[in-house]
Protein backbone atom coordinates (compact mmCIF):
# COMPACT_ATOMS: atom_id res chain seq x y z
CA UNK A 1 0.00 0.00 0.00
CA UNK A 2 1.61 3.20 -0.97
CA UNK A 3 -0.41 5.95 0.94
CA UNK A 4 -2.33 6.28 3.42
CA UNK A 5 -6.34 5.21 3.56
CA UNK A 6 -8.67 7.11 6.29
CA UNK A 7 -11.91 6.14 6.80
CA UNK A 8 -14.88 9.62 7.32
CA UNK A 9 -14.77 8.69 10.99
CA UNK A 10 -10.90 10.08 11.73
CA UNK A 11 -9.02 12.57 11.49
CA UNK A 12 -5.52 10.97 12.23
CA UNK A 13 -3.24 9.94 9.87
CA UNK A 14 -0.98 6.85 10.86
CA UNK A 15 2.39 6.88 9.67
CA UNK A 16 4.56 3.88 8.65
CA UNK A 17 3.43 0.67 9.82
CA UNK A 18 0.56 1.92 12.24
CA UNK A 19 -3.52 1.90 12.17
CA UNK A 20 -5.88 3.56 13.98
CA UNK A 21 -8.43 1.16 15.17
CA UNK A 22 -12.18 1.69 16.67
CA UNK A 23 -12.89 -0.76 19.74
CA UNK A 24 -16.17 -2.44 19.06
CA UNK A 25 -17.83 -2.65 22.60
CA UNK A 26 -19.68 -5.92 23.32
CA UNK A 27 -23.56 -5.78 23.97
CA UNK A 28 -23.95 -5.70 27.99
CA UNK A 29 -27.66 -7.42 27.05
CA UNK A 30 -28.39 -10.53 25.58
CA UNK A 31 -30.88 -11.32 22.67
CA UNK A 32 -33.17 -12.43 25.65
CA UNK A 33 -32.61 -9.52 27.81
CA UNK A 34 -30.20 -10.87 30.48
CA UNK A 35 -27.75 -8.40 31.77
CA UNK A 36 -24.15 -9.89 30.76
CA UNK A 37 -21.63 -10.06 34.25
CA UNK A 38 -18.42 -8.35 34.05
CA UNK A 39 -16.97 -11.87 33.41
CA UNK A 40 -17.99 -11.93 29.89
CA UNK A 41 -15.37 -8.91 29.72
CA UNK A 42 -12.93 -11.49 30.05
CA UNK A 43 -13.18 -13.01 25.89
CA UNK A 44 -10.86 -11.42 22.83
CA UNK A 45 -12.41 -8.18 22.22
CA UNK A 46 -12.29 -6.53 18.75
CA UNK A 47 -11.36 -3.54 16.81
CA UNK A 48 -12.07 -1.90 13.62
CA UNK A 49 -10.14 -0.36 11.15
CA UNK A 50 -10.33 3.58 10.70
CA UNK A 51 -7.48 4.60 8.93
CA UNK A 52 -3.95 2.08 8.00
CA UNK A 53 -0.61 3.22 7.41
CA UNK A 54 1.42 3.61 4.27
CA UNK A 55 3.26 0.98 5.42
CA UNK A 56 0.96 -1.46 6.01
CA UNK A 57 1.25 -4.74 4.22
CA UNK A 58 -1.77 -7.03 5.39
CA UNK A 59 -4.29 -5.39 6.75
CA UNK A 60 -7.29 -3.41 5.17
CA UNK A 61 -9.77 -0.53 5.88
CA UNK A 62 -12.74 -1.61 7.26
CA UNK A 63 -11.09 -4.85 8.54
CA UNK A 64 -11.86 -5.89 12.30
CA UNK A 65 -8.94 -7.18 13.66
CA UNK A 66 -7.97 -8.62 17.10
CA UNK A 67 -4.66 -6.77 18.11
CA UNK A 68 -2.82 -7.08 21.33
CA UNK A 69 -4.20 -4.50 23.52
CA UNK A 70 -1.59 -3.78 25.87
CA UNK A 71 0.77 -2.28 23.11
CA UNK A 72 -2.04 -0.29 21.93
CA UNK A 73 -1.82 3.44 22.31
CA UNK A 74 -5.22 5.25 23.68
CA UNK A 75 -6.24 8.88 22.17
CA UNK A 76 -8.95 10.65 21.36
CA UNK A 77 -10.14 11.47 17.90
CA UNK A 78 -13.38 13.47 17.31
CA UNK A 79 -14.34 12.92 20.91
CA UNK A 80 -14.15 9.06 20.56
CA UNK A 81 -11.75 6.57 21.64
CA UNK A 82 -9.56 5.15 19.20
CA UNK A 83 -6.22 3.14 19.47
CA UNK A 84 -2.94 3.69 17.53
CA UNK A 85 -1.76 -0.07 16.94
CA UNK A 86 1.97 -1.21 14.85
CA UNK A 87 0.77 -3.77 12.42
CA UNK A 88 3.28 -6.50 14.04
CA UNK A 89 0.67 -6.51 17.34
CA UNK A 90 -2.03 -7.59 15.19
CA UNK A 91 -3.22 -11.00 16.41
CA UNK A 92 -5.83 -12.04 13.83
CA UNK A 93 -8.03 -10.75 10.97
CA UNK A 94 -11.77 -12.13 11.63
CA UNK A 95 -13.00 -13.05 8.53
CA UNK A 96 -16.89 -12.91 7.77
Not at 10 to 16: D, M, N, S
Not at 23 to 48: C, H, N, P, Q
Not at 58 to 86: E, M
Amino acid sequence: MSETENSNNTTLRPLADKLIVQLIKKDTVSAGGIILTRADETEATRGKVLAVGPDVLDIQLGDVILPNWNKARKTSDNGQDVYIVQEDDIVAVFVE
